[in-house]
């Protein structure tokens, strides 16, 4: 490591001054500076980053970086860097050293689980589609990230594309597979940019196409890009846009380890479950297995998002709490309100109050509190947040997303979502929550495929842990102040007349009256907040 | 070959047969509407959901696959409920009348609208046929009902309705006239009599139709001559004494045996009625004062207290129907009682539990939104409503053909096939559960025999999948996301170019009124 103490005998190696009149000036020079400056005297005394860089401290020292190995240090696209630090010695491993079986009880004993959501133990579809005796399998990589504001495999495959690679290219040599696919939605260009060009310097460097360093093994991967639609993270429907079809999921079973492509056995793992692979298969043993909880094993990549006061992707243990991700590594909620709730998984997750904030992220137990774990989307929400309008939120988003096939999800979530709607609107009818959570226990029980099976999750677990907000709203009002229907804008009797509010208002709801207390007409009024973000006096109510 | 229990009974089966194919090896009928044989199922309607022990969410039985050892149940409260659930859901984004308007407002729910096709079909024996399927009476019903139908007629709202009370009346006197007129097809005696105490237009129905069940009817009546108000209070000018002559000779004809002059109550007793007869029907005019207690039945300010679906009095087998039930009401509710005491009286006569007629589900569109009566119009003719100057002010032969034309086919084209319609029916589920802004009716007709309403269909995507086996070089396809999805023929070609092989086949596949043939409706 180069530290900058180091920089001036580097310089001095490289121009060595020449003529003799020179040698004596820097020698001179250089007595000077020892006696003169304060280097020598008071040497510069280095704090480690804890200390003097607390936030990035705190941000960075949870985490552990299995996915995102060598975070921070390595080029993405350098295919030397990454054969220096460790590059393709997995891949190299498996084809050398050990079977397939080998391979399978490696990643089993490290119970590596599938991290696009569902947390299904990878080893049992590597093991499915190994002991298919079908001649042709494939391997596909689902880069559809969907879920609204989670950036975690996108990221992963910018900045780790060779790691992705050698994860497909360890699991295709398990299971016998010899063509694959990256579906990467088309919204990631840099993603898609990024992995065709690891994937074409890898070819050139024979580590993937016919015969991968000279074991006998072929692997030929290319990039089908999506094309806007949430449903395709689907497994079934993701294969059937790689067919050409339009992406419509279909029943399972059977699944993809028996009839997936081209009702081929396939493989098909997320982003994040490939890029945990190699460093399973490196360190061995257990070590993977010796991070994480009893049933969620290793780490997990989150997304920090919503009102927290440090947000980002990080990669923590399974296990750790929802409290000490908020807090100590995102530093809180800012803005100074309290955490009301922490929405995980996205538009298939649920919420966790924070009264539950020490829940230790696992599987079983977000699944247990009516969560989900889902793909690692976390949204901190304070008191200034609606429950209901974040469900609306959603739900309005699956809804727009569903293939439409099945009639539960099709026609059910858009009851559900009308019902939303209304409440909001300050339409609510008392049997409105009855109405609501009944239709959406009946759309989760019988909706053909994921998205309609979680789509009532948000739904569920605010009305579990937030009842009183929906029956707030249906008395017509929103505790949160956020429903533009139920709140009202006021001036109070802090005003000091200095009538910034009236000269903003884009709706000319105030009438201009220097030195008087001022008055919004609510007929007019937009309830855009303008008026609440220029009062020198904070003497704007919302309520 | 897998071994797997159904609702408590036990099955094997071939290996890859799905759970309906099981179901149906036991007997056990799973309703379906997206599935077809003879195709892959299309997963999506999801009424044939069942629950497998061991799986968390239902499943539907038209696709998974039977496996060993599994536990299923078909008919649980929880079914049940999922089912309705989903036709409820089906409903609430359905655009269309199973009946016409006119159909649901006319008391005896005659097919109006097929009467009218017939009509200007030119097929005048199918009409009377389809009338008095309902109204016994029609020739008379032509010339003193106030048709609360036309009043419901949809056409009302664009120019006149349609006239359909003389179009009824045309139907009727045309047979009336004719060498053979229409008699109805009788069931064989079986054995069984019926009194029915009254000779006007609720007695008569009632007694049409029991014979065409084939029961025995004797009509007892204190006047001289059958036809009760219509004769003794109706004016001559209105209803001329031959037409209801004739048209109660056609009700004669089918074997009715009248005993004129007898009032029961006083020359015959109830009692001997209630000994002689295996049922009775009671249908004497407006109570007076006694006329309850001579008939031995409890009144509630002069009506006869009966059970409104089954018109069954207090005394068993005695029922009772007309303006002694309700206060003078319309005559064509008079006769609607008798056709539906009829089917009560017969189920009665035939030992089943008396519920009285089933009532159909029908859909309803409600009012029409701004563009929609252009739609109906494009089908039908654009002239003004035509005044009669036929015999004695019915309608000629070619005013009442130009005049059926004016209809608006209302009706689905499927009313009898839809599937939709049917399970609602068996599941008593409620169409106006979850309430919606209904989506705009739209009619696709660019194909020559093919009618597409996009508000009836239900996605099951048969007709997607029967065009892309059958390799249609454009066919149909799914369009759009979420609620809006539709099935549509792509790149805006028309439906005939999207179905040039196998539209017949698409049709008869659709489970819903969506794709129908252009042609003559369903009877």
Redesign the interface.
């Known amino acids: 490591m180069v530290e900058p103490r180091d920089g001036r005998a580097i310089v001095l190696r490289h121009f060595k001054p020449r003529p003799v009149s020179r040698k004596v000036g820097v020698l001179i020079s250089s007595l000077l500076d020892r006696i003169l400056t304060d280097e020598s005297w008071k040497p510069v005394t280095r704090y480690s980053v804890d200390v003097r860089d607390g936030h990035v401290a705190e941000y960075m020292d949870r985490q552990v970086h299995v996915a995102t190995e060598h975070c921070g240090h390595i080029d993405p696209v350098d295919l030397d860097e990454y054969l220096a630090n460790d590059g393709f010695m997995a891949l190299e491993k498996c084809v050398k050293e050990l079977n397939p079986q080998e391979v399978i009880d490696q990643i089993k004993r490290n119970g590596l689980r599938g991290r696009g959501g569902a947390g299904f133990p990878t080893h049992l579809k590597w093991s499915a589609v190994r002991s298919n005796t079908a001649e042709k399998k494939y391997i596909v990589c689902n880069g559809d990230e969907g879920d609204p504001g989670a950036f975690m495999d996108r990221m992963l495959m910018e900045s780790y594309p060779y790691r992705i690679l050698e994860g497909m290219a360890i699991a295709a040599h398990t299971v016998g597979a010899d063509e694959g696919f990256l579906y990467i939605r088309a919204e990631y260009p840099l993603a898609v940019r990024r992995i065709s060009e690891a994937i074409d310097k890898c070819r050139q460097r024979g580590l993937l196409g016919n015969n991968i360093v000279g074991s006998g093994f072929s692997l030929n991967l290319s990039i089908v890009a999506g094309a806007g ?1 949430f449903v395709c993270g689907e497994e079934t429907a993701l294969m059937a846009s790689i067919e050409g079809r ?1 992406g ?1 999921p ?2 399972r ?1 059977p699944y993809p380890a028996e009839q997936g492509l081209w009702d081929r056995p396939t493989v098909i793992n997320n982003v994040e479950t490939y890029t945990a692979v190699p460093w399973i298969i490196r360190n061995g043993a257990k070590k993977f297995a010796a991070i994480g909880t009893n049933s969620s094993k290793g780490t997990k990549v989150f997304a920090l998002a919503g009102k927290i006061a440090r947000g980002g992707l990080i990669e923590v243990p399974m296990g750790i709490s929802m409290h000490q991700i908020v807090h100590d590594i995102g530093g809180g909620i800012a803005g100074g309100l309290a955490l009301k709730a922490v929405q995980i998984g996205g538009p298939s997750g649920g919420c966790i109050p924070a009264e539950l904030a020490h829940t230790p992220v696992d599987y079983e137990t977000l699944t247990s509190l009516g969560a989900m774990m889902g793909s690692g989307g976390m949204v901190a929400l304070d008191e200034s947040d609606c429950m209901v309008d974040i469900a609306r939120y959603f739900l309005q988003f699956t ?10 999800c ?6 559900m979502l ?1 019902i939303l709607e209304r409440l909001c609107e300050g339409h609510g009818k008392s049997a409105d929550l009855d109405e609501l959570e009944q ?1 959406a226990r ?1 759309v ?5 495929c994921g998205l309609g ?1 979680t789509a009532p999750n948000p739904v569920l677990s605010t009305l579990k842990y937030f009842r009183n907000e929906y029956e707030a709203h249906i008395q017509g009002r929103c505790p949160a102040a956020k429903c533009k229907a139920l709140i009202t804008y006021s001036v109070t009797d802090d005003c000091i007349g200095c009538t910034l509010c009236a000269q903003s208002c884009p709706a000319e709801a105030i009438q201009f009256r220097p030195y008087e207390t001022q008055e919004i007409d609510a007929e007019k009024c937009i309830r855009c907040g303008t008026c609440k973000s220029v009062c020198p006096s904070d003497a704007i109510k919302v309520q | 070959m897998p071994k797997l229990t159904i609702d408590n009974r036990q099955v094997e089966v071939q290996t890859g047969v799905t759970i309906l194919d099981a179901a149906e090896k036991l007997g056990i009928e799973i309703p379906t509407m997206c599935f077809l044989r003879g195709h892959k199922p299309s997963t999506s309607c999801m009424i044939c959901v069942v629950r497998v022990e061991g799986i968390d969410s239902l499943v539907p039985a038209c696709g998974t696959i039977a496996q060993e050892g599994m536990r299923i149940e078909t008919n649980t409260e929880e079914i049940r409920q999922a089912r309705i659930t989903a036709l409820e859901l089906l409903l609430s984004d359905h655009v269309g009348d199973c009946m016409g308007p006119c159909q649901v407002a006319c008391p005896a729910h005659m097919n109006i609208s097929l009467m009218i096709r017939q009509i200007a079909a030119g097929k005048l024996r199918a009409a009377i046929e389809t009338v008095k399927k309902d109204i016994a009476l029609p020739a008379v019903l032509g010339r003193i009902c106030p048709a609360p139908c036309e009043n419901a007629c949809r056409r009302r709202q664009h120019d006149k309705a349609v006239s359909i009370c003389l179009l009824k009346r045309y139907a009727a006197d045309v047979d009336l006239m004719s060498q053979q007129p229409f008699m109805s097809h009788t069931h064989p005696n079986i054995g069984k009599h019926v009194a029915i105490v009254g000779a006007g237009p609720a007695g008569l129905a009632a007694a049409y139709y029991l014979r065409r069940q084939g029961f025995g009817c004797t009509i007892y009546d204190e006047h001289d001559e059958p036809g009760g108000m219509l004769r003794y209070a109706v004016p001559e000018q209105k209803l001329p004494r031959d037409v209801l002559d004739k048209e109660i000779a056609t009700i004669a004809a089918l074997g009715v045996e009248f005993k004129l002059g007898q009032r029961v109550g006083t020359a015959v007793s109830m009692e001997k009625l209630c000994r002689d007869f295996d049922a009775v029907f009671v249908a004497v005019r407006q109570l007076k004062d006694g006329d309850a207690e001579s008939l031995g039945l409890g009144a509630k300010s002069d009506c006869i207290e009966t059970d409104t679906a089954t018109y069954q009095t207090s005394v068993k087998g005695v029922f009772a129907g007309g303006d002694a039930v309700r206060r003078r009401r319309l005559t064509v509710r008079a006769v609607a009682d008798g056709k539906e005491a009829a089917v009560s009286i017969t189920q009665y006569l035939s030992g089943e539990q008396v519920t009285g007629p089933q009532k159909p589900f029908n859909s309803r569109m409600g009012k029409l939104k701004e563009g929609e009566m252009e739609i109906f119009l494009s089908g039908a003719s654009d002239s003004i409503r035509i005044e009669p100057d036929g015999l004695d002010g019915g309608f000629s032969n070619e005013q009442a053909k130009r005049e059926a034309q004016r209809c608006l086919h209302c009706d689905c084209r499927k009313p009898t096939s839809c599937k939709l319609r049917r399970y609602t029916q068996q599941y008593h589920a409620k169409a106006g559960k979850y309430k919606a802004e209904r989506r705009t009716f739209v009619q696709n007709i660019s194909h020559p025999n093919v009618i597409y309403e996009p508000g009836k269909c239900i996605n099951c995507g048969l007709c997607v999948e029967i065009a892309g086996e059958a390799k249609e070089k454009i066919g149909l396809t799914f369009i759009g996301r979420g609620f809006e999805v539709r099935v549509e023929v792509p790149f805006d070609h028309s439906l005939a170019e999207g179905l040039a092989r196998i539209a017949e086949e698409c049709v008869a596949a659709c489970p819903t009124g969506a794709l129908a043939f252009a042609g003559d409706s369903e009877v």
Do not use: H, V, Y
């Open positions: 639609a339009r419509m279909r029943l079973p809804q727009n997303q569903s293939c439409g096939k099945c009639t539960f099709r026609i059910g979530t858009r009851r009308d239709l009946m989760k029980k019988t909706s053909l099976k």
